[in-house]
């Protein structure tokens, strides 16, 4: 069995900034995308940031504000927030691409979500 857990959201003030984290465990063979996704009431899911083999992409509204990171040894992904605006304000969810031990494929797995919010 595979699971994600995320940590470190939170309330922060305008400007402030706050650093999400990701750990995969469980039964896993390999992993090859990483990525965090938000969603804020009302809106479609969106993807944030994503890794793979050291590339990555950003949403163009978080671009110079968001860092995305990934610790391979430790199945961990962070994301780096920084100048955060009340429209970052939604539900940040961990992926990742992974296959699982005995598993013929990969595919998505999903954290259960971290509230974001940013207000004064």
């Known amino acids: 069995q595979v699971q994600l857990v995320e940590s470190g959201g939170g309330l922060v003030q305008p400007g402030g900034s706050l650093r999400l984290s990701c750990a995969a465990s469980g039964s896993i063979l390999s992993i090859n995308a990483m990525g965090w996704y938000r969603q804020a009431p009302g809106k479609q899911r969106e993807l944030v940031a994503s890794i793979r083999s050291g590339s990555v992409k950003y949403l163009d509204s978080v671009k110079g504000r968001f860092t995305i990171s990934r610790d391979n040894a430790k199945n961990t992904v962070y994301l780096q927030m920084s100048s955060l605006k009340p429209e970052d304000t939604a539900v940040y969810y961990c992926?990742?691409?992974?296959?699982?031990?005995?598993?013929?494929?990969?595919?998505?797995?999903w954290g259960q979500g971290t509230q974001v919010t940013v207000s004064s």
């Open positions: 992926n990742a691409d992974l296959r699982a031990i005995h598993s013929s494929w990969y595919r998505d797995y």
